[in-house]
């Protein structure tokens, strides 16, 4: 049976952990070749973000566990170079990258007034700056193949407002106007952009913030979501399923609009 990606190529941030995680490795078994990117460090903020090279090595062992070929490299996403590396070497070893999954990020609480300007930038440099500058440095392979697909992972906070993650909530807004405004740019390439709208995915980071508040990451969920469906939060397979089929031909004509992924939330 022919795989859905065979000989695509994804390019992945967060690919380590998580959604990130899971996407990669939903695509490797439907034959896609996975460029792996993540920090592959701790970082100052949030606290809970422990994130390692470890993680990336494992998240290879079982792409190839399933057939699929891999590259990964370490590197932030708020640093140009260590982006345009990742790419050009990508590029190097697959000859394309087709899908562009912009899934690192970060969250943590605080009231807009007191968040330091540190916390402030922080946020917003990996989650927007981020996935701006990785398109930056992947569109235009996408615009000399005249085809592609971007997927930015944005949240249920793109879309309303969040208590006491307001800078969280800024930044996945913003990830909403950079999806529509480059669908407009992208569009006589053959490009497609698209937004994703999870509500609570259950990941580490719902173990992080629980660790912040000193709650369970159930209590986190169920505080933090009210799902109209009655889960705490969605899988990452539910979201993994989500950006196989908007990457795929099956959705070919869905370009610039927000997918959301609620379970009934945005509907109260």
Not at 140 to 158: D, E, T
Request: glycine share 10%.
């Amino acid at each position: 049976m022919t795989q859905e990606f065979e000989n695509k190529t994804v390019f992945i941030t967060g690919a380590a952990k998580g959604q990130g995680r899971g996407v990669a490795l939903a695509f490797a078994k439907e034959g896609a070749n996975i460029i792996a990117f993540d920090l592959g460090e701790k970082i100052e903020y949030p606290a809970y973000n422990r994130s390692s090279n470890d993680d990336l090595e494992k998240l290879k062992e079982d792409v190839q566990a399933v057939g699929g070929k891999i590259e990964i490299f370490a590197g932030d996403v708020r640093k140009a170079t260590d982006v345009q590396y990742a790419v050009e070497k990508g590029i190097e070893a697959f000859g394309t990258i087709d899908v562009l999954f912009s899934n690192a990020g970060i969250c943590a609480y605080g009231l807009s007034y007191e968040l330091t300007e540190e916390e402030w930038d922080s946020m917003i440099d990996i989650n927007l700056k981020g996935g701006w500058l990785v398109s930056k440095y992947v569109i235009p392979h996408m615009i000399k193949q005249q085809s592609g697909v971007i997927l930015y992972n944005s949240s249920v906070a793109g879309l309303r407002g969040m208590n006491r993650i307001s800078h969280y909530a800024a930044s996945k807004h913003g990830l909403v106007g950079l999806t529509k405004s480059q669908a407009i740019e992208l569009a006589p390439h053959g490009i497609r952009v698209i937004s994703i709208h999870p509500t609570g995915v259950n990941t580490p980071m719902n173990d992080g913030l629980a660790e912040m508040e000193g709650a369970t990451p159930i209590e986190i969920a169920e505080r933090s979501a009210g799902n109209l469906l009655p889960v705490p939060w969605v899988e990452v397979e539910d979201v993994a399923n989500s950006i196989l089929f908007l990457a795929s031909d099956k959705a070919r004509y869905v370009t610039g609009s927000q997918y959301v992924l609620d379970a009934g939330l945005l509907t109260q």
